[in-house]
T-cell receptor, first 117, second 109 residues
Framework: NAGVMQNPRHLVRRRGQEARLRCSPMKGHSHVYWYRQLPEEGLKFMVY????????ESGMPKERFSAEFPKEGPSILRIQQVVRGDSAAYFCASSPSYGQGARPEAFFGQGTRLTVV | GQQVMQIPQYQHVQEGEDFTTYCNSSTTLSNIQWYKQRPGGHPVFLIQLVKSGEVKKQKRLTFQFGEAKKNSSLHITATQTTDVGTYFC?????????FGAGTILRVKS
């Protein structure tokens, strides 16, 4: 069972370009989370998605950022018109569905390191 | 808003010394999770605590969940160089898993 797959691992974009980050969750996982991390800082929650639904996007900037998790295919985090401040590591995590019990552990991908030049 | 405060931010220890990181929540948590991230790596799940006052051990690591379920700690006994990395706690707030800022552990051999 392959882990959470993110690609690309490294992405360089010029200011004003678009960045597309992909995340394939673990097989059987229907919950996807995106986090942003600056060097030697914590993981900042961005968005929580289930198949075809955005559950919580309270951590997403209102402009330029969007996320989706289609019925088929990977989850995509899209950043339009990138600026230098968007440079960071973006991690995706997935978890299986759960009922009334405690939230199961989140499995993280290797991350995409975005550099805006 | 929902916050998970974690201290200290950094800790440098001599190999063989003990290490503790503390996590405090602004609200009562249903459960708390701990993760470790090696330098250049990705966060990896260590453990989850659910019950008030719960204590769990993994070899040299001891995890505690406070009686009020608002704080937690991770204690490492006799640190080794393989323990280096950043340790994060994470609390569940509604739909979100919110992470603390992490404690960076450096071990000098």
């Amino acid at each position: 069972n392959a882990g959470v797959m993110q690609n690309p691992r490294h992405l360089v974009r010029r200011r004003g370009q678009e960045a597309r980050l992909r995340c394939s969750p673990m097989k059987g996982h229907s919950h996807v989370y995106w986090y942003r991390q600056l060097p030697e800082e914590g993981l900042k929650f961005m968005v929580y998605l289930q198949k075809e639904n955005i559950i919580d996007e309270s951590g997403m900037p209102k402009e330029r950022f969007s996320a989706e998790f289609p019925k088929e295919g990977p989850s995509i985090l899209r950043i339009q018109q990138v600026v230098r401040g968007d440079s960071a590591a973006y991690f995706c995590a997935s978890s299986p569905s759960y009922g009334q019990g405690a939230r199961p552990e989140a499995f993280f991908g290797q991350g995409t390191r975005l550099t805006v030049v | 808003g929902q916050q998970v405060m974690q201290i200290p931010q950094y800790q440098h220890v001599q190999e063989g010394e003990d290490f503790t990181t503390y996590c405090n929540s602004s609200t009562t948590l249903s459960n708390i999770q701990w993760y470790k991230q090696r330098p250049g790596g990705h966060p990896v799940f260590l453990i989850q605590l659910v019950k008030s006052g719960e204590v769990k051990k993994q070899k040299r690591l001891t995890f505690q969940f406070g009686e009020a379920k608002k704080n937690s700690s991770l204690h490492i006994t006799a640190t080794q160089t393989t323990d280096v990395g950043t340790y994060f706690c994470a609390g569940e707030y509604g739909n979100k898993l919110v992470f603390g800022a992490g404690t960076i552990l450096r071990v000098k051999s």
